[in-house]
């Protein structure tokens, strides 16, 4: 089975990489090897390579800069999937498509389904939504939430940054969700691909957290490995005392049981989860 992903040098593109199963031949494009800008790019990468599965990890997450170019943020994240989906079809290829909490509002009282009315509330949630609709309906969307890896910008690596620079940091503790490691999703997202999975699916980490009970985690396991010299004060904010031009959703909690069972992944808790991470990070000093 051969698959190409796109968005390689991103933190999903490279946890997919580097558990990419036995029996895949793989084929991993940064922009240089396909430009989502590009609709010649995209044709021409998919008629090169002549995938089985094409795997888009690749998007525009800039969700406040999406506020001040939305255009370029509906550009990448949906015309370009349409033109990644019609180039799939002339190839014979399926397409898996990486999607997002903020499709949705924040006002569920329950944890997100797949099946739940869309409405997001910011360019962002709106260019991804447009991207699902772009994808098809016969093909893999994972929807996904609060991704961070080992490696490159994330809101770990913006947490270490700040602990080591500050006595005390505000972080906001009324949007609910659950973090979710790259690696994690990676596997999910292999698992449900090679059992021939469609439709809309949601994945996250196990477990419950608000942005300050992230921080707070993170602040704990980092000292214990000594990453940081010692556990910092994590001050709870509100969302009004911390404004940012796009809307986020309050609450974006993803029901993920049938998307475990389908992808045949046991579920990991968030924290064990960034426990795993952050010994990455010590590793690669």
């Known amino acids: 089975m051969k698959v ?10 490279r946890a997919l990489a580097a558990s990419v199963p036995a029996k895949v031949g793989l084929v991993a494009l940064d922009r240089g090897g396909m430009d989502l800008a590009d609709d010649d790019s995209i044709r021409g990468a998919v008629s090169a390579h002549a995938p089985d599965l094409v795997i888009n990890a690749a998007a525009y997450t800039a969700v406040d800069r999406a506020e001040s170019e939305p255009e370029l943020a509906q550009r990448i994240n949906a015309e370009a999937v349409a033109v990644l989906r019609a180039a799939c079809d002339k190839a014979g290829a399926r397409l898996a498509h990486v999607s997002t909490d903020f499709v949705f509002d924040g006002t569920s009282a329950r944890a997100y389904r797949p099946d739940d009315r869309r409405n997001p509330l910011s360019a962002y949630g709106r260019s991804k939504a447009a991207g699902e609709d772009a994808a098809g309906s016969d093909a ?42 790259a690696n994690s999703l990676a596997r999910a997202i292999w698992g449900l691909a090679l059992n021939g999975v469609s439709g809309v699916q949601h994945f996250s980490d196990a477990g419950v957290a608000s942005w300050y009970d992230f921080a707070v985690a993170i602040g704990e396991e980092a000292a214990a490995l000594g990453l940081i010299d010692k556990t910092i004060n994590v001050r709870p904010i509100a969302t009004s005392d911390y404004p940012t031009p796009a809307v ?25 989860n960034l426990r795993h991470m952050l010994k990455e990070v010590q590793q690669l000093g």
């Open 4 to 13: 190409l992903v796109t968005g390689a040098s991103g933190q999903l593109g």
């Open 140 to 181: 893999l969307i994972v929807r996904t939430a609060w991704v961070y890896a080992a490696g490159g910008a994330s809101f770990v690596a913006t947490m270490l940054r700040l602990m080591r620079e500050r006595g005390e940091i505000g972080v906001v503790a009324d949007q609910i969700g659950a973090p979710t490691w």
């Open 248 to 272: 986020r959703p309050a609450f974006s909690l993803l029901d993920s049981a049938a998307t475990r069972d389908a992808a045949g992944v046991a579920p990991i808790h968030w924290r064990e």
